[in-house]
């Protein structure tokens, strides 16, 4: 009888524990194909600001082609803890609006309400209230329609010309300063943050994490997957230039170009004008050969230095050096063998420029 029960035990345990490592490897799979596409907005309807506006007409576009095309639409905070949840793969998009101009309260914000859509909005709280900013009560209900709101700083300052270590302290203080701000207004206190014009370095990154944030968002081009560190993620500006309804459907259906090493991890510019920047990337069905790298304002060249059957290693650097502004993007873009695009970009500081 004993022989019995416990031969009864054993096929229990040895039962239980397969569907357990089963569904373990099934969500790993699933956690590991998760992307979410992310898109910047300043200005709506503003023509005053072409590098920073974008149309009535093509942001309704925008919108309509998220819902007809069954994307979920997610605030910022919802998509990183979808990405990091046991939740199926989805194609997902987020809208976020950067220093929270009247013109989203005037022209954006009815457009999302007309399409029940969430949206994050970053806002430096120093200017609330002034000039062509939203004021608290715009913000305040603003909030009501399923907007989030996060934390942009207090001055939305150049913290990159500052002198070490004076720029960490000033902004740790901007930050907590903004967060009291934020809460004694609107009874609330911001998850997420974004870097002013997409700058920072990696002792910033470090001071967003050790206050409590869920994630940070930069603005260099690409898409964000279970890889990206979620302390500078990826989003795909939207202005004049770029926010064509044709332009708008290429990026939303983007995918990440997983990199698996960046050399230098960093974004500030070095004394060489002429950066090289080195990638490890995922070639996971990739067709390696017509691999494209770009750069912002000039050429690029790339080579392939090493190719396995799951990785490359690539180098990029520009063919004259970058001068004459102050961010410069290099962008990789390679299609897979279903003819999707794959996309990376890589943002050098210059804080020499004003």
Same mark, same amino acid.
């Given at each position: 009888? =004993?022989?019995?029960?416990? @031969?009864?035990?054993? @096929?229990?345990? &040895?039962? *239980?524990?397969? !569907?357990?490592?089963?569904?373990?490897? +099934?969500?790993?799979?699933?956690? +590991?194909?998760?992307?979410?596409?992310?898109?910047?907005?300043?200005?709506?309807?503003?023509?005053?600001? %072409?590098?920073?506006?974008? &149309?009535?007409?093509?942001?309704?576009?925008?919108?309509?082609?998220?819902?007809?095309? /069954?994307?979920?639409?997610?605030?910022?905070?919802?998509?990183?803890?979808?990405?990091?949840?046991?939740?199926?793969?989805?194609?997902?998009?987020?809208?976020?609006?950067?220093?929270? $101009?009247? *013109?989203?309260?005037?022209?954006?914000?009815?457009?999302?309400?007309?399409?029940?859509?969430?949206?994050?909005?970053?806002? /430096?709280?120093k200017t609330v209230g002034g000039g062509d900013y939203m004021?608290?009560?715009e913000l305040e209900e603003a909030t009501k329609s399923n907007?989030?709101?996060?934390?942009?700083?207090h001055s939305h300052d150049y913290f990159l010309n500052e *002198?070490?270590?004076?720029?960490?302290?000033?902004?740790?203080?901007?930050?907590?300063?903004?967060?009291?701000?934020?809460? #004694?207004?609107?009874?609330?206190?911001?998850?997420?943050? &974004?870097? !002013? $014009?997409?700058?920072?370095?990696?002792?910033? =990154?470090?001071?967003?994490?050790?206050?409590?944030?869920?994630?940070?968002? +930069?603005? /260099?081009?690409?898409?964000? $997957? /279970?890889?990206?560190?979620?302390?500078?993620? %990826?989003?795909?500006?939207?202005?004049?230039?770029?926010? +064509?309804?044709?332009?708008?459907?290429?990026?939303?259906?983007?995918?990440?170009?997983?990199?698996?090493?960046? &050399?230098?991890?960093?974004?500030?510019?070095?004394?060489?004008?002429?950066?090289? @920047?080195?990638?490890?990337?995922?070639?996971?069905?990739?067709?390696?050969?017509?691999?494209?790298?770009?750069?912002?304002?000039? #050429?690029? =060249?790339?080579?392939?230095?090493?190719?396995?059957?799951?990785?490359?290693?690539?180098?990029?650097?520009?063919? =004259?050096?970058?001068?004459?502004?102050?961010?410069?993007?290099?962008?990789?873009?390679?299609?897979?063998?279903?003819?999707?695009?794959?996309? $990376?970009?890589?943002?050098?500081?210059?804080?020499?420029?004003?």
């Amino acid at each position: 009888m =004993k022989q019995i029960q416990l @031969l009864i035990i054993i @096929l229990i345990v &040895s039962c *239980s524990g397969k !569907p357990r490592s089963t569904e373990m490897a +099934a969500n790993e799979i699933a956690h +590991a194909d998760k992307e979410v596409v992310c898109f910047i907005y300043h200005r709506f309807g503003d023509s005053r600001y %072409p590098t920073t506006n974008v &149309s009535l007409k093509d942001f309704e576009a925008h919108l309509a082609y998220l819902v007809n095309n /069954n994307f979920q639409v997610l605030s910022f905070s919802a998509a990183m803890a979808y990405l990091q949840s046991d939740e199926p793969e989805k194609k997902t998009a987020v809208i976020t609006i950067d220093d929270g $101009y009247k *013109s989203f309260f005037k022209n954006g914000l009815p457009l999302v309400k007309k399409y029940g859509l969430p949206a994050t909005l970053f806002i /430096n709280t120093k200017t609330v209230g002034g000039g062509d900013y939203m004021n608290w009560a715009e913000l305040e209900e603003a909030t009501k329609s399923n907007i989030e709101i996060g934390n942009h700083t207090h001055s939305h300052d150049y913290f990159l010309n500052e *002198s070490v270590p004076s720029r960490y302290k000033t902004f740790k203080q901007e930050i907590e300063l903004s967060q009291s701000i934020i809460s #004694e207004h609107l009874r609330l206190l911001p998850q997420v943050f &974004s870097y !002013p $014009y997409g700058e920072f370095d990696v002792e910033m =990154k470090n001071i967003v994490k050790r206050a409590g944030f869920k994630a940070a968002a +930069a603005q /260099n081009s690409g898409v964000i $997957y /279970n890889g990206t560190d979620l302390y500078q993620c %990826p989003r795909f500006p939207m202005s004049e230039a770029y926010s +064509a309804p044709e332009k708008f459907v290429e990026k939303a259906s983007m995918h990440a170009l997983k990199t698996l090493s960046i &050399s230098p991890n960093s974004f500030i510019l070095p004394q060489d004008k002429r950066p090289l @920047l080195t990638l490890v990337i995922d070639n996971t069905d990739l067709r390696m050969q017509q691999l494209q790298c770009f750069v912002q304002g000039g #050429e690029c =060249k790339f080579q392939i230095l090493e190719n396995s059957d799951r990785k490359s290693t690539i180098t990029l650097q520009a063919t =004259k050096a970058i001068s004459g502004r102050r961010r410069t993007l290099y962008t990789v873009t390679v299609p897979d063998k279903k003819g999707t695009w794959h996309w $990376y970009s890589h943002l050098w500081i210059d804080s020499r420029m004003d």
